[in-house]
Structures are given as C-alpha cells and as structure tokens.
C-alpha cells in the first residue's frame, strides 16, 4: 500500500466517505460565520470585553450541558440525535443571516444566538464524536479516521477565512451567514444516505445523574485518560482563547483590514492543516501522550512570541506552528481517548472531553477579553503562552509518575502471579 492511500485509508468506508464530504462543506461555512461574528462584534463595539462576552455565550453551554448530551448519546441513537442537531444548526444560523442581512440585529440578538447556537453543540459533540466508531468498517483505521477529520477541519479553517476575508470586504458579513446556513445542506443530505446497521441500546434504570457520576468513576480508573483531559482543559482555559484577540491584532495592532483578519486565521489553519496530517501518518498510538505534551509546548511559545511580534509577516510566520501544535494536541487527544476507552463509556468520557476542550475555553475568553479591557493585548497573549508552557512541563511530569506507578503495579502483579 503506498504512503498516499494509508494516509486516506479510512474514507474506503462508505458512511465515513460521506460524512467526510458533507462535513468538509458545513466546515467551511462554520468558519466563515466565526470570523464574520467577531470581526463584526469588534467593528460595531470596539470592545474586547464585548468579545470575550460574545464567545462567553455561544461556549459556555457546552460546559454546562455536555455531560449531560453525553449521557444522552450513551442511552440514544446518535445517528437520530446528530440528524436532529444538524438541523436545529441550520435553523439557527439561517436566523442569524436574516437579522445580519436585514440590519435589525443587536448585541442582546447576537448573544441569545450564540448561546442557543451552544446548547445544540452541547449535545451535537458528545454524539458526532462517539459516531465516529461506527461510520468505520475496519476498526483498525479508526485513528486515521480521527486523524483525517482533523485535517478536514482544519482545511476548513483554513479556506473558510480565507472566503469569509474576501467577503467582507466586498459585499458584507450577511453573505457569510446566509452561505453557512446553506452549507448545512451538505451535511443533512449525507447523514440521509448513509447506512448504518441498527444500533445495540442498553436500556438502563439509572438517572442521567448517575451516568454522569459512572463517567466520572471511570475516569478516575483509568488515570492517562485523565490526565490528557485535564491537560486539554487547561490548554482551552489558557491558551486557545488567543482567537478572541485576533481582531484587535488584525485591526489595532497590524493596522490591517478584514483581510489581514482572514489571513492570520487561514495561515493558523494552514499549520493545523499540517499538523493533522503529521497525526494522520502516525502509525501507533505509542508516543500520543508524549506528542501531546510536546504540542501543547509548541502552541504555547509560538503565541508568546506571536505576542510581541512587530511586522504581519513575522506574525504569520509564528502562527502556523501555534496552529499545528493546537492542532496536533486536539488530534492526539481525541485518538487517544477513542482507542482507549470501552465503548459502553465513550459517549459519556467524550462528553468530559468536550466539555474540557469546549466548554473552558468561554470562562478563558471571557477573562482575556476582561484582561484586555485593562491591559495590552500583547500582555495578555504573552502571558496566556507563558502559562501554556508551565501546564505542558507540569503534564510532562505528571504523564511520568503516572508511567512509572503502572510499571511498579505491573511488576508486583507479575510478582503474585508467580
């Protein structure tokens, strides 16, 4: 098999083909309202702190609601509830593109949005995630499977700015929303031919509570699961928020337009688009704890530097490894906790996991933005990457002592049994 087609391997399963393409499409829609919503919060308010109030409302549902939408995937179809958020997306962008391309719209709208636009996620993750598994006909390409999503996405970031930076500066921000609303087409009409044998349902007498509860024992189980999602959501809490300060960089700081707005995002997507094929090549999970930790590092210092950066080219330089290594931290996470975990967890672990990768980073772009608002935002960016390389070296430590813990309890069962 050449290195081409092993990289691709996974799209020969026919549901993960279209839920390739369809998601392909919707992405790039996604990113194109992202920009569009922060570049027009920032041009009509001026505020920082209205940013990071902005990206406050349409997170932090996710890291009150989706435990409890991983519950929910555990004990649902979650091909039946991924169908079903899809849609309620599509409605409440289509919201959003009338209010914008009507002019009748206000902060108080675009906040109630955002939030709205949160809880479907919060219920949409936990099950998309936990879907993965069976779009896939050979389970041993699972891990190129989450590795090639990643590099979908991250395509889609990279071509959605790239679209969104163009748009605005010629015919306007309501033209990104309506074309999002549009994109969820492509990924409603794969989700409806796919075909996916029935699905084996657990019916249980428990509450939702104690599902949650059960998710939290078995982390506490299984201690390098964990540890790479607590890592992730001190990653999210620290540094991901960075993306809230890019309009104040783009306009502000480099003087730029919605162009040098877009620019910044697709080269930081272009560097995720790198690092998730680097994960995509990846022929064992045996070094991702370790790649995770070196990620986080390189994410971290590219943005301390990208902080105090003068020149838009030096910048765009600092921000594709910052992309890569984000991107590389995500991808290595997700694979390890889908290899990892049984599958009578997953729904419920991977809600923990959204909900570290997720649902921080709201409480982190509300205080960078209330950060902001006092300080520079260079300071803010240099210190957000500061306290990103202090988590990776506290983790790199932690990943250690937990290795070395399984190594002992390995040799005195080895001990007893003989």
Same mark, same amino acid.
């Given at each position: 098999m050449s290195a081409l087609s092993t990289t691709f391997r996974s799209l020969r399963s026919y549901n993960f083909r279209l839920y390739f393409v369809g998601q392909s499409i919707s992405l790039v829609g996604t990113w194109m309202e992202r920009i569009a919503i922060n570049w027009l919060v920032y041009t009509t308010t001026h505020s920082a702190l209205m940013l990071g109030l902005v990206n406050f409302a349409g997170q932090i549902p996710t890291l009150l609601l989706s435990p409890y939408g991983g519950t929910i995937s555990d004990r649902h179809n979650r091909y039946r509830i991924l169908l079903?958020?899809?849609?309620?997306?599509?409605?409440?962008? &289509?919201?959003?593109?009338?209010?914008?391309?009507?002019?009748?719209?206000?902060?108080?709208?675009? *906040?109630?949005? @955002?939030?709205?636009? &949160? *809880? *479907?996620?919060?219920?949409?993750? /936990?099950?998309?995630?936990?879907?993965?598994?069976?779009?896939?006909?050979?389970? @041993?390409? $699972?891990?190129?499977?989450?590795a090639l999503n990643s590099s979908m996405v991250n395509l889609a970031r990279m071509l959605g700015p790239a679209v969104a930076g163009i748009l605005l500066t010629t015919v306007g921000t309501g033209i990104c929303f309506l074309l999002n609303a549009l994109s969820f087409v492509a990924v409603i009409t794969s989700l409806l031919f796919m075909k996916l044998p029935p699905m084996d349902i657990k019916k249980?007498?428990? @509450? !939702?509570?104690?599902?949650?509860?059960?998710?939290?024992?078995?982390?506490?189980? !299984? /201690?390098?699961?964990? $540890?790479?999602?607590?890592?992730?959501?001190? #990653?999210? %809490? %620290?540094?991901?928020?960075? #993306?809230? $300060?890019? /309009?104040?960089?783009?306009?502000?700081?480099?003087?730029?337009?919605?162009?040098?707005?877009?620019?910044l995002n697709s080269i930081s997507g272009l560097g995720s688009l790198m690092g998730a094929f680097y994960m995509a090549g990846l022929k064992n999970t045996g070094n991702v704890k370790r790649i995770v930790v070196f990620a986080c590092a390189m994410f971290s210092v590219s943005l301390a530097s990208f902080a105090w950066s003068n020149s838009i080219w030096l910048a765009l330089l600092l921000v594709m490894p910052a992309g890569a290594g984000a991107m590389m931290q995500i991808a290595g996470t997700n694979t390890f906790i889908q290899t990892t975990v049984s599958d009578e967890m997953r729904g419920r672990v991977i809600s923990y996991y959204v909900m570290a990768f997720m649902g921080m980073q709201p409480l982190g772009s509300f205080f960078v933005g209330l950060a902001t608002h006092h300080a520079s935002a260079r300071l803010v960016l240099c210190i957000e990457g500061l306290a990103g390389l202090a988590v990776a070296i506290l983790f790199g430590i932690l990943f250690k002592r937990s290795a070395e813990r399984q190594r002992q309890q390995q040799k005195e069962i080895s001990v007893i049994v003989h």
């Open positions: 079903t958020t899809q849609i309620l997306a599509m409605l409440q962008a &289509g919201t959003m593109a009338t209010l914008v391309l009507l002019k009748v719209y206000n902060m108080y709208a675009i *906040i109630g949005l @955002s939030i709205v636009l &949160g *809880i *479907i996620n919060a219920f949409d993750t /936990p099950s998309r995630q936990s879907l993965m598994i069976r779009l896939i006909e050979d389970k @041993s390409d $699972l891990q190129n499977a989450i249980t007498t428990d @509450s !939702v509570w104690d599902g949650l509860k059960q998710g939290y024992n078995y982390l506490q189980s !299984v /201690p390098d699961i964990k $540890l790479v999602i607590l890592l992730m959501a001190c #990653t999210s %809490f %620290f540094v991901m928020p960075y #993306t809230t $300060l890019m /309009p104040i960089f783009a306009k502000d700081i480099f003087h730029g337009d919605a162009r040098t707005y877009s620019l």
